[in-house]
Each structure stands twice: as C-alpha cells, then as structure tokens.
C-alpha cells in the first residue's frame, strides 16, 4: 500500500556533500515518523536520523553537524542533507517509515526503500 522511493545517492570525495530523497506513493492519509538508516558491507543496519511528523529530530552520535533530516509533510517527502562526508559514511541508506495511516482507517508500521548507495571516496 506504501511505495518509498529513495534518490540522491552516488559517489563523493571526502568533504564532499549528498542530498538523500525519499518519496512515499500509495494508498495512505498520513505518514507518521520517518528516517534514514545504513548498512555497510558485512555491518548491521545503523540509524541515521529520524524525523516525526511534526519536526522533532534525533541523529546518531557519527553524523551529528553534519547530517540534517528533514520532511515536507504535503510532498510525503523526507530528505538527508550530509556534509563533510567521510569514507566511513560508505554504506546503502534505506528510508524507513515507522507507521502509515491507510485508507482503510488502520496504523501499519515498518516501510523500508529499496536503498540507495553513497559511497564516499577519493
């Protein structure tokens, strides 16, 4: 019922700056929280940061100053500005939604992307 699609992804030298989309389609009224999480080869999947509807953000301690989440609720779009890339920052970022009012009056929770890679490099 919930299609996220992510952009923005690519390679970057070190220093350098990306900006993550990512767009949620479908059958729905509203989107609850949302976020960016990553996965780096053989690692766990890490969140970034989160967003809720109303703009509260929290971030993990490796991108604080550097990464901005933020959402436009009448696009159904969460965006990742990041700054001052660095080669550890190298991972497939996946969009999350945490729960989406559906059409059909219901809560349902955990929408994932398909991901979109950055890697960072010189």
């Known amino acids: 019922q919930v299609q996220l699609v992510e952009s923005g992804g690519g390679l970057v030298q070190p220093g350098g700056s990306l900006r993550l989309s990512c767009a949620a389609s479908?059958?729905?009224?509203?989107?609850?929280?949302m976020g960016w999480y990553r996965q780096a080869p053989g690692k766990q999947r890490d969140l970034v940061a989160v967003i809720t509807r109303g703009g509260t953000t929290n971030y993990a301690d490796s991108v604080k100053g550097r990464f901005t989440i933020s959402r436009d609720n009448a696009k159904n779009t969460v965006y990742l500005q990041m700054n001052s890339l660095k080669p550890e920052d190298t991972a497939v970022y996946y969009c999350?939604?945490?729960?989406?009012?559906?059409?059909?009056?219901?809560?349902?929770?955990?929408?994932w992307g398909q991901g979109t890679q950055v890697t960072v490099s010189s």
């Open positions: 999350h939604v945490e729960r989406v009012f559906t059409i059909t009056r219901r809560w349902e929770s955990d929408y």
């Open positions: 479908g059958s729905f009224f509203s989107l609850d929280g």
